[in-house]
């Protein structure tokens, strides 16, 4: 196997597709103004009946979902301790504290009073599925940052150059850094650990969420067991997330995809979905709600498109060694069981939520959609820059050096 | 981590897990939720009522919300459409045709029901809801984030949320005239109702007095007192001359509304063991695949 080394991209940042982000973000970020200085009702097309729009069902949850490669690879990499696929770790770590910050963002500006985001640390709730996630995600997303942390140090011990009067911050920062590092090279197994539980633990209590709402959902997607499926969907998502991230930033930067791992990976990806889709056949056939399907609505037209083009597609996809060979197999098949989970999030919060006296359905306004779309688009440029400034994307290593941090500064 | 030892990897993990169900006892955390025997509740007959809309002039006056003269609540061009209670009116009548007998329309008073076992209050992450020892279930400004999960939670569909207010946006709801009760007042509405189709009393007797009802005009109404069973019984309770479901009100069963979201959660949280659990099985794995990867490597 060649040897494969983390280190910064060296490109230009600005490219055509990347100043066509920036234009979304700024598009959004006139709508967000909006949302903060006259209302929620101002921006977005919420009712009384439709309290949660695309901002929880997309951002949030789809969000969480599909932040899920940062703890499948860690419990691949770290817990199995299965050493080839280090090289995947760094850029799900930061895809995931990326998509959780964004998670957090996204709760925060839906808040009608958003700047009470801090009352359930001290006013608890044990019965609320809702405070359990909420303080699970704030943990997880803090883990999420330790977990980074090395990364930090890595590129900047003994690089430390702060400009002007700010320079004699340098020694004292470099020490920081090193004590940081040291530290956490003894304690991290706790935080890698305590990642993986905890996102067991909110990836199915975002699915505990829609519960409580009872006949207000509909029954193909209501189930005691949804708990489960939300878990066994992000557990199924993670990889093929990592997969399609990874050959997009190959091709972004011209890199050579790195099929052997990607390969492995996609076909760990097919008995992950198979267990999901079982639950999920299993659960409507107990249930017998596949009574709904034979009616033509909105409903079970959506059902089936997830069920069909989300998971069964796919899971036949991962299932032939010659997509899992092909790097475009391979992103085609991923981006099916990416759009399969976040059809479902959307599913289980938007579609299958239809309130009583309701006076018409709800369909995003387009300042909840620009919002959300710059969202997506500033984290992808925050990607870009951070994959320029740490080392996060492996290439094979070209130079002899071996040592952890190869240039020392003048601090020592 | 190349260097762990085998007893740091014990010592932290001990610590970490000391630490999580150390914060499992406060975890017992929840808003006051009280079921009283003696708590109270209304009796709306919506056969006795005429749809004068009295109610909510007094409801808004009582709750300092604006509201046009009494004499305007007259107009019943309202009727046409079928209204729900919002931000600005936290009861509203609606009217629906008799097919028995034209000139006696339905009339049907709409607000909070105020459940036994409150969705809201189960619901809301930071326990702002609450069920007093009166059977009101009221609402805390000082503790509310304006998250709305409430208003995804309540079967009724009932709380309401301002979200035209930028600032400090409020959950609106009935809140059973939490305020005036307390000072020996009758709830507004059944103060000011002129036919007294709205009885406030305690809840344990007003099922009594409507089944009594019932027996006593087996053809006026229906033989169901809505409310009695529904999500595990309401407060407020209505009697109808005809099926509830065909009046709006919607399908419920009898089971508590928070249903089973409490039950997950608690058995996914039972005194953290399942975290825990989990915790030190990861732990375990993880060290067992290190040390095979260590003894691999020296046997090379």
Redesign the interface.
């Known amino acids: 196997m060649e040897d494969l080394k983390p280190t910064p991209m060296k490109k230009k940042y600005f490219t055509p597709v990347v100043i066509g982000l920036a234009v979304l973000v700024l598009n959004g970020l006139m709508f967000l103004l909006a949302?903060?200085?006259?209302?929620?009702?101002?921006v977005?097309n919420?009712?009384?009946?439709h309290?949660?729009g695309i901002w929880i069902g997309l951002d949030v949850a789809a969000g969480v979902a599909l932040a899920a490669g940062g703890f499948t690879t860690a419990?691949l990499g770290?817990?199995?301790?299965k050493?080839q696929y280090h090289a995947i770790i760094r850029p799900a770590l930061l895809t995931a504290a990326l998509g959780y910050t964004f998670v957090a963002t996204s709760?925060m500006i839906?808040?009608?009073?958003?700047y009470?985001?801090w009352?359930?640390f001290i006013?608890?709730?044990?019965?609320?599925?809702?405070?359990?996630v909420?303080i699970c995600v704030i943990i997880y997303l803090a883990v999420l940052y330790i977990e980074f942390l090395p990364i930090v140090c890595e590129r900047f011990i003994g690089r430390v150059k702060l400009p002007g009067f700010l320079k004699s911050l340098n020694n004292p920062l470099d020490k920081v850094l090193r004590i940081l590092d040291k530290g956490l090279?003894?304690?991290?197994?706790?935080f890698?650990?305590?990642g993986?539980?905890l996102s067991?633990?909110h990836q199915?209590?975002l699915g505990?969420?829609?519960?409580?709402?009872?006949?207000?959902m509909h029954p193909l997607w209501q189930t005691?067991i949804l708990?489960l499926l939300f878990l066994l969907s992000a557990i199924s998502v993670g990889l093929p997330m990592v997969i399609m991230e990874s050959l997009i930033t190959s091709k972004s930067f011209s890199l050579k995809p790195e099929m052997h791992i990607l390969s492995n990976l996609g076909s760990m990806v097919a008995p992950l979905l198979g267990i999901y889709l079982a639950f999920k056949i299993g659960d409507m056939v107990i249930r017998q709600t596949f009574v709904y399907l034979t009616t033509f609505n909105a409903a079970s037209v959506m059902f089936t498109v997830e069920l069909l083009f989300g998971v069964i597609i796919p899971l036949r996809m991962f299932m032939s060694r010659q997509v899992n060979k092909s790097p475009l197999g391979l992103l085609i098949a991923s981006f099916l069981v990416i759009f399969g989970v976040f059809l479902n999030r959307l599913n289980n919060f938007l579609v299958a939520?239809t309130?009583?006296?309701e006076v018409h359905s709800y369909f995003p306004s387009i300042g909840e959609i620009s919002v959300t779309v710059g969202f997506i688009a500033f984290e992808i440029l925050l990607f870009r820059i951070a994959i320029m400034i740490f080392p996060i994307v492996s290439v094979p290593n070209t130079s002899v050096q071996r040592t952890k941090y190869s240039i020392r500064g003048g601090a020592q | 981590?190349?260097?762990?030892s085998r007893r740091?990897?014990l010592k932290?993990?001990a610590l970490?897990g000391t630490a999580i169900t150390g914060l499992s006892s406060?975890?017992?955390?929840?808003?006051k939720n009280i079921l009283s025997e003696d708590r109270m509740g209304v009796l709306v007959d919506t056969t006795v009522c005429i749809g004068c809309r009295k109610c909510e002039w007094a409801c808004k006056t009582a709750h300092d919300l604006e509201t046009p003269s009494i004499e305007a609540y007259d107009d019943r061009n309202v009727f046409k459409t079928?209204r729900?209670p919002?931000?600005k009116s936290l009861t509203v009548v609606n009217e629906y045709k008799n097919s028995v007998e034209e000139k006696f329309p339905i009339n049907v008073k709409v607000q909070c029901m105020h459940c036994d076992h409150p969705?809201c209050?189960?619901?809301?992450?930071?326990?702002?809801f609450s069920k007093q020892e009166n059977g009101s279930v009221i609402w805390d400004t000082d503790?509310?984030?304006?998250?709305?999960?409430c208003?995804?939670?309540c079967?009724?569909?009932v709380?309401?949320?301002?979200?035209?207010?930028?600032l400090?946006?409020d959950i609106k709801k009935c809140d059973f005239c939490f305020e005036r009760t307390k000072e020996g007042k009758l709830p507004a509405c059944t103060e000011i109702c002129p036919v007294e189709a709205v009885t406030y009393g305690r809840r344990e007797d007003l099922v009594k007095a409507a089944h009594q009802k019932i027996k006593n005009y087996p053809d006026r109404y229906i033989n169901r007192v809505f409310g009695e069973y529904e999500v595990g019984g309401t407060s407020w309770i209505y009697l109808a001359s005809r099926e509830f479901e065909k009046l709006?009100f919607?399908?419920?069963?009898k089971d508590p509304?928070?249903?089973?979201?409490?039950a997950?959660?608690?058995g996914?949280?039972a005194y953290f063991v399942p975290?825990v659990a989990?915790?030190a099985l990861?732990?375990g794995?993880?060290w067992i695949?290190?040390n095979?990867?260590k003894s691999e490597n020296e046997e090379i």
């Open positions: 949302r903060f200085i006259f209302g929620i009702g101002a977005t919420l009712d009384n009946q309290p949660w419990a770290h817990i199995m301790h050493d709760v839906d808040l009608g009073r958003y009470y985001i009352h359930p006013m608890w709730n044990g019965n609320s599925v809702l405070f359990e909420g090279d003894k304690t991290m197994f706790i890698i650990i305590a993986v539980v067991c633990l199915s209590s505990t969420l829609m519960v409580i709402a009872g006949p207000k005691p708990p939520y309130p009583p006296y | 981590m190349v260097n762990q740091d990897f932290t993990a970490a406060k975890t017992k955390a929840a808003p079928m729900r919002n931000s969705a209050v189960s619901a809301c992450i930071v326990g702002a503790k509310c984030i304006g998250c709305r999960y208003m995804v939670a079967p009724f569909q709380p309401a949320f301002e979200f035209e207010n930028a400090k946006p709006d919607p399908k419920l069963g509304a928070p249903g089973v979201s409490e997950i959660q608690h996914v949280f975290p989990l915790y990861l732990g794995v993880m695949n290190k095979k990867k």
